[in-house]
Every structure is written in C-alpha cells, then in structure tokens.
DNA sequence: ACCTATCGTTTGTCAGACAACCTATCTTCG
DNA sequence: CGAAGATAGGTTGTCTGACAAACGATAGGT
C-alpha cells in the first residue's frame, strides 16, 4: 500500500476525463471484432482466453483457472466442455485428487491458439487504430499491468470511499 | 485509412498479451469502484455519463445524446425519467421541434456531477493505483483518444477480415 | 467411520442489451 | 389544405451473460 495514497490527491482533473466511458468504448469494439474473428472458436473470446491461459501457463485444475481469470467457475464448466468436444484441450483427472480436473491443452488446441493470437493481435491494432503505432504498444502494456495489478489485490477494500450522497442537501433554490 | 494499415503487419507479440483480458478487468474494477461511489446518482455510472455530457456539452436532442454516448435510446429514456426526477437535469420541450425534447442541467445537476467527478477521479487514481502516478495519466489520456477513434469511426467495417475458421482442417493425429 | 471442507457441476434468478413496435410530429409533394 | 413517408421519443418483449445457491463426489482430519 505504497503506492501514492489516493486518500490524499483530490485532483481535480480537466473535466472531460470520461475514463470509464473510453474504456468501455474500446472493450466494446474490441469484443465486437474478436467476437466476429473466433466465432468458430466455442466460446469466442471467452473460449480464447481459457484457451490461451491453458495453453501459456501451468494451471493445476479448474478452480485455479476461474481464479486466474477472475472468472465464475460455473462458466468454466461449460465451456471447457466445448472446447474439449471441439479437440483443442482435454480434461483429465488429477491423479493426486480425483475431485479436480487437469486441464491440458492438445496440439491442435496450441495450432488453434497460435492463428488465434495471430488474428486478435491483428484486430487489436486495427480497433488501436486511431493511436499511432507505438502508443498502441504503450496502451497495451499499461493495461495489462492496471490488471495484474488489481488482479493481485483481489479484494475491493478501499477505506478511502466514505459512502455518502453525491446529491447535494436539497436546498436549492428550486 | 493513412494509420498504418494494420493487414499487413502479421504481429506476432509475445504471447502474453491479453489485452481484452486486461481491459475487461480494469473496467471490471472501475465499474464496481463508481458504482458503489454513484449509488446515490439514479442510474450510477450510466447517469453519471449522461449527466456529463448534458452538462459539459451542448447536446441539442436525446436522439443525439445516444448518438454521443453510443447507447441505445430505449435507455436514455428511463435514466433522463429518473434524472429528472432527481431534479438534476430538466426535459423541455424543443420550440422548433415539438418532437424533439431538450435536455438541460439544473444546477443542482451541475453541482452534483462536480462532486461526482471529484470522487470518481479519485476512485479512478485507487483503480489505476498499479500504476505510477505519471503513467496513469498516459493510460487515460490514450484511452479517451482510443476511443473517440473508434466512436468517430462507427461503422465496423474491416475488409481485413476473411471470415474463415480458426481451427486447423482436423487431420491432425488425433 | 464420521464430519467438514473443497472441486466440479447443475440449476435458478436477475439485470442489462437490443430489436420491434407504437404514437406524435415534421416534411414533402400534389 | 391533405395524404404519405420520415423522424423523435417511448414502450414492450426477448435474449444473453453474470452470479448465487444447491448438489454429488472426494479429500483430510479426528
């Protein structure tokens, strides 16, 4: 909790900031696109990511995938079926705990990936398209360190937020 | 399309980017931060934009305050209701256009979306806090600019993209 | 052998996104 | 002026994705 205490700055920055607004204009893009690029892919971007973590790193089980991607492990559960009914991982289970489930990628689920990676990395620069070149780069990495960052400080603890009214006390001249 | 056409350069980055990942999680956090920030603003973070724009801009009808945020209009509809309700913008009829309504801010509107944006720049410094100060001015500066791109640019046109699968052609060994 | 915690799965509920339709009004043309 | 099409705003219904709760199976401890 090093890092600049936020309690402290009231920042009062230029008034068109809009961050939540931009952000969400350019998921939104991004989704659109990749949606429409790996829609053969089971579960789109959903199935991409999985994909790509089962892939890239050494994950133990299912559980430990939802957590990685900070998502609902009921959604796992079907979309690791299709993507293993569609060749790309298989679902084996622990042999030192046969409650959990290894998930492992197969060679057509890395070939997959590979054209996949290909493809969104592709996309990405095209939705980026209105940052010139190296900033898009900077965006990219600057996000993904936002990310890990609040990734790895799970909890939304912030003892900063004092929870009252942004409505003033009503007694305007109205 | 003088941007650096994007078809050409096939990109291989290193693999752990995730950017769509990263970005659905940064706004994951920002959302819940300004939600229960904006709790008190009748639609939250949905009000709080509107709100904005209705103050900072002059935005002439509902149908092109849509236009502006990128939201669909059945929305806007029950969040300037409540709005309005609230007391913090007003619906007038449009003298020229007796179809149209203008919609204008009170100044309890205005003071309330001055207290907003000054929690929510603050809640946005707790979300970016994995971040050097200096760095999350360039992360929000790129992605406004990012952004208006991509809104300044609707149609999601791309001759890029050949739909074809993914997949590899399934004569793998399997 | 029991009791409790955990893994994966299934089910149900809820909110937000979006399309289709409706009414009132404007514009154009005869 | 009057009819026809276009447009602004509003209403309704449908669909999808997120999430909580409950369940069966298994592990670990006593």
Redesign the pocket.
């Known amino acids: 909790m090093s890092v600049t205490d936020p309690c402290e700055l009231p920042a009062d920055r230029k008034r068109g900031s809009n961050f939540g607004w931009s952000l969400g204009m350019v998921l939104r893009r991004w989704h659109e696109r990749v949606e429409e690029l790996l829609k053969d892919l089971p579960h789109g971007s ?1 199935g991409y990511h999985i994909l790509a973590v089962v892939v890239h790193e050494e994950v133990p ?4 995938l ?1 957590a990685r991607l900070a ?8 979309v ?2 299709d993507l293993a009914n569609a060749g790309l991982i298989e ?1 084996r289970p622990d042999p030192q ?5 290894r998930v492992v990628a197969t060679e057509r689920g890395r070939q997959t990936l590979a054209e996949a990676e290909r493809r969104v990395a592709h996309a990405e620069d095209h939705v980026l398209g209105g940052l010139p070149e190296e900033q898009r780069e900077v965006f990219r990495d600057l996000a993904a360190r936002a990310a890990e960052a609040i990734h790895a400080a799970a909890p939304a603890t912030d003892p900063c937020v004092a929870v009252q009214s942004v409505l003033p006390p009503a007694d305007q001249s109205g």
Chains 1, 2 share one sequence.
């Open positions: 959903r089980t299912q559980g430990a939802a998502i609902d492990r009921s959604v796992l559960t079907y690791i079926d679902r705990d046969r409650r959990a489930r």
